[in-house]
């Protein structure tokens, strides 16, 4: 049985161990932004570059972080739950004058991903919570049957998200388009002068669900 790819708290497999590193070009001199133990991807500097947005799972969820390079310091910019995607281009888009990113979020609670099973072991010590894949906990796990329909949910768990901008002094949501919009959206592009956005919708195999239909 395969891990998932995306973990029941938010954040890709492939970004497990992963940190964001500032370095100074005529030192050498490297800094990383998370601290020892934490994930953090995906950066984007600010337009004055004084800062750093990135996502991190610090708190226990994938969200959005700020790392101030005059300070070393970071802060969660909000609450909101960042839906990250597997692939590079969802990092967080800065409007031109800083003062508010664009991301992809999630209204719901992320949970145990379909087919895990979370054990909590509390001896007293420091808990883990491991996650195992039904296979592995000895229960009957029903194979995918790879119709365009079931290959489609999949990408929508997967990729649909809300479309959001968040104000960075105050970590204010505001929804631009929802998740539920047709045809689903997954990430988003914000213009140069910022006040357009494009985005990606949930990709599917062409022609073959609506022939299904």
Request: charged share 25%; with cysteine; proline share 8%.
């Amino acid at each position: 049985e395969a891990s998932p790819r995306i973990l029941p708290n938010g954040t890709p497999a492939s970004m497990l161990g992963v940190n964001v590193v500032v370095a100074d070009t005529s030192t050498g001199a490297e800094r990383p932004v998370c601290a020892e133990g934490k994930n953090c991807w995906r950066p984007s500097f600010s337009p004055d570059s004084r800062q750093v947005a990135y996502f991190s799972d610090a708190g226990g969820f994938a969200q959005l972080y700020l790392y101030d390079l005059a300070s070393s310091n970071s802060r969660l910019v909000s609450d909101a739950r960042i839906k990250s995607k597997l692939w590079p281009g969802d990092e967080a888009s800065w409007s031109p004058d800083g003062k508010t990113v664009f991301v992809s979020i999630s209204l719901t609670a992320p949970e145990v991903a379909p087919g895990l099973i979370a054990k909590k072991h509390d001896d007293g010590k420091p808990t883990v919570t491991i996650y195992t894949t039904d296979a592995e906990s000895g229960k009957k796990v029903e194979k995918a049957t790879g119709t365009p329909e079931a290959m489609l949910q999949h990408f929508i768990r997967e990729n649909n998200a809300t479309l959001a901008a968040i104000e960075i002094a105050t970590g204010k949501v505001r929804v631009i388009v929802p998740a539920e919009t047709e045809p689903r959206p997954a990430c988003l592009r914000l213009s140069p002068d910022g006040k357009w956005i494009s985005y990606l919708s949930v990709f599917h195999m062409k022609g073959e669900v609506a022939s299904e239909s």
